[in-house]
C-alpha cells in the first residue's frame, strides 16, 4: 500500500454489526484517516452531500434507497467519488448497472481486510476492481454469451424510436420529428419492447442503464 494515501472513507450498511466489523477490520490501517458510518442509502446521499469522502463502501442490498441507487446519486454530486459495492450474491445485470454508473469496485462480503484495503487503493486511483470471484463469473457469462445486448437485436428504426422514448418523449412527438405516423411509432415500440422484454418506458429505462446505454449511444 501507498504509505503517503491517507482517505476518508464512508461505510454503508443497515447492519449495525458489519458496520462494527468492517470499521474493526479498517480502522487503524494507515491508508485510513476517517471512517463514517451510514445505516442507509439516504444516510449516504446526505452525509455525501456535505462532506466528500475519499472512499465509499456502498452494501447493494439496503431498505429504501439500494445501493444502486444511492450510488448514482452520490456520483451525480461527484462523479470523482470512488465507490465499491460489497454484495453477497453474484448479479451480472447488477455488476454491469452499477458500472455503468460510474461505481469503480465491486466485491463480495466474506472477503477479507487485504482484498478491501486494494480495492479501496485500486479505485482511488482510478482503476477499476472486481473480486476475483465475481470476474470469472462476469468472464463465464461472457463466453456463453448471455451478457450480449439486447438493444443489438433492434432494427435501426426501432432504436431510434427507443432512443426518443429513453428521452422522454411521447409517441406523437416521434412521429412529427420522424415523419410518420403515430401508429407506425406505436409499432415499432410494440415490436422493440417484445424484443427487449419490457413492458413500460420505465422498465426500458432501468434495462438501457443496465446496458450503459444513454440517449444518444
Given at each position: 500500500?501507498q504509505s503517503?494515501?491517507s482517505?476518508?472513507?464512508?461505510i454503508?450498511?443497515?447492519?449495525q454489526?458489519v458496520?462494527?466489523g468492517m470499521?474493526?477490520l ?7 484517516n476517517?471512517?463514517t458510518?451510514a ?5 449516504a ?7 466528500r469522502?475519499?472512499?465509499v463502501?456502498m ?12 450510488s448514482?446519486k ?5 462523479r470523482?467519488?470512488?465507490?465499491i459495492v ?12 452499477l ?7 465491486y466485491i463480495t ?5 487485504d ?7 485500486s479505485?482511488?486511483?482510478?482503476e477499476?476492481h ?13 463466453l ?7 438493444f443489438?437485436?433492434?432494427?435501426p428504426r ?5 432512443d426518443?422514448?429513453i428521452?422522454g418523449?411521447r409517441?406523437r ?5 420522424f415523419?410518420?405516423s403515430?401508429k407506425?411509432?406505436?409499432t ?12 413500460t418506458?420505465?422498465?426500458l ?7 450503459g446505454?444513454?440517449?444518444g449511444d
Amino acid at each position: 500500500m501507498q504509505s503517503n494515501l491517507s482517505l476518508d472513507l464512508m461505510i454503508v450498511d443497515d447492519h449495525q454489526l458489519v458496520l462494527s466489523g468492517m470499521r474493526s477490520l479498517l480502522s487503524g490501517n494507515p491508508i485510513i484517516n476517517t471512517i463514517t458510518e451510514a445505516s442507509s442509502g439516504e444516510e449516504a446521499v446526505a452525509l455525501a452531500e456535505k462532506q466528500r469522502f475519499g472512499a465509499v463502501l456502498m452494501d447493494m442490498n439496503l431498505p429504501g434507497m439500494n445501493g444502486t441507487e444511492a450510488s448514482r446519486k452520490i456520483l451525480e454530486h461527484n462523479r470523482d467519488t470512488p465507490i465499491i459495492v460489497l454484495s453477497g450474491k453474484l448479479e451480472n445485470d447488477d455488476v454491469r448497472a452499477l458500472l455503468a454508473a460510474g461505481v469503480r469496485g465491486y466485491i463480495t462480503k466474506g472477503c477479507n481486510a487485504d482484498e478491501m484495503l486494494q480495492a479501496i487503493q485500486s479505485v482511488v486511483e482510478g482503476e477499476q476492481h472486481m473480486s476475483a470471484d465475481v470476474a470469472q463469473h462476469f468472464a463465464f457469462d461472457m463466453l456463453n454469451g448471455r451478457p450480449d445486448n439486447p438493444f443489438d437485436e433492434l432494427t435501426p428504426r426501432e432504436r431510434e424510436i427507443v432512443d426518443e422514448l429513453i428521452d422522454g418523449k411521447r409517441n406523437r412527438r416521434i412521429a412529427e420529428q420522424f415523419f410518420i405516423s403515430e401508429k407506425t411509432v406505436s409499432t415499432h415500440r410494440t415490436r422493440a419492447f417484445q424484443k427487449l422484454d419490457v413492458s413500460t418506458t420505465a422498465e426500458l429505462v432501468r434495462l438501457a442503464l443496465r446496458h450503459g446505454i444513454t440517449r444518444g449511444d
